[in-house]
Each structure stands twice: as structure tokens, then as C-alpha cells.
């Protein structure tokens, strides 16, 4: 079946930066808008970014806007997540997800597919 990796999360001091990267296997990757969500413990799991099938556009949740970059290969296939500027509210479980359709999307209801989560700790 479809799986989604995330790998690349650890601790990290206020400021700093961390790269994440989700490998799919299984996933025609390049026909997925892919996405990144985050979620800590009580709360919803909250969109952070998604990139399209091409990579030619991206979309930012407002909190992450110009310190956050996602970007994809998809002949590895693989999605990043360039975080920098680290905050301790950027603590949380990370997630990768795929969403078989065309445009950008920021609700979850729409991603078909999940990774299993890599956790992003900042301290102050």
C-alpha cells in the first residue's frame, strides 16, 4: 500500500532551522498536491503548507509565511520541509500528506494519505 515517510524532526534551540523530508513509495507522486500538517497533543492537527504536483506553486499557513519553505523532487520521490527561524510554538508532531487532485488545498478532509509523523521539539 501507499506509504508516506517523514524523517528529519529532533530538538532544536529558538532560532534554529531543520529540514524534514517525506519519502511515498507506492504513489504516483507526481499526481499528488502534497502537504504538510502539524499537531500537538489537545489540539487539531493544523495546516502548515502544500506544494503542487509540479512544484511551481506553493500555498503557507499565515504563522509559518517567510520561514517555512516546502519544496519536492519528484524523481526521488520525495517532499521537503525547510523550517527556519524556529519557534517553540513550531512544536509539534509534523505530518506529510497527499491529496490526489489538481489544485491546492489547505483542508484535511481532502488529503487521501498520511505519513505517521516525525516530532519537531524547539526549545526557548
Known amino acids: 500500500q501507499v506509504q508516506l515517510v517523514e524523517s528529519g524532526g529532533g530538538l532544536v534551540q529558538a532560532g534554529g532551522s531543520l529540514t524534514l523530508s517525506c519519502a511515498a513509495s507506492?504513489?504516483?507522486?507526481?499526481?499528488?498536491?502534497m502537504g504538510w500538517f502539524r499537531q500537538v497533543p489537545g489540539k487539531v492537527r493544523e495546516f502548515v503548507g502544500c506544494?503542487?504536483?509540479?512544484?511551481?506553486?506553493?500555498y503557507y499557513a499565515d504563522s509559518v509565511k517567510g520561514r517555512f519553505t516546502i519544496s519536492r523532487d519528484n524523481a526521488k520521490p520525495t517532499m521537503y520541509l525547510q523550517m527556519n527561524n524556529l519557534k517553540p510554538e513550531d512544536t509539534a508532531v509534523y505530518y506529510c500528506?497527499?491529496?490526489?487532485?489538481?489544485?491546492?488545498?489547505?483542508?484535511?478532509?481532502?488529503?487521501?494519505?498520511w505519513g505517521q509523523g516525525t516530532q519537531v521539539t524547539v526549545s526557548s
Open positions: 500528506a497527499a491529496a490526489e487532485r489538481v489544485g491546492l488545498t489547505t483542508f484535511r478532509a481532502e488529503y487521501n494519505y
Open positions: 507506492r504513489l504516483t507522486f507526481r499526481s499528488y498536491v
Open positions: 506544494i503542487s504536483w509540479s512544484g511551481g506553486s506553493t
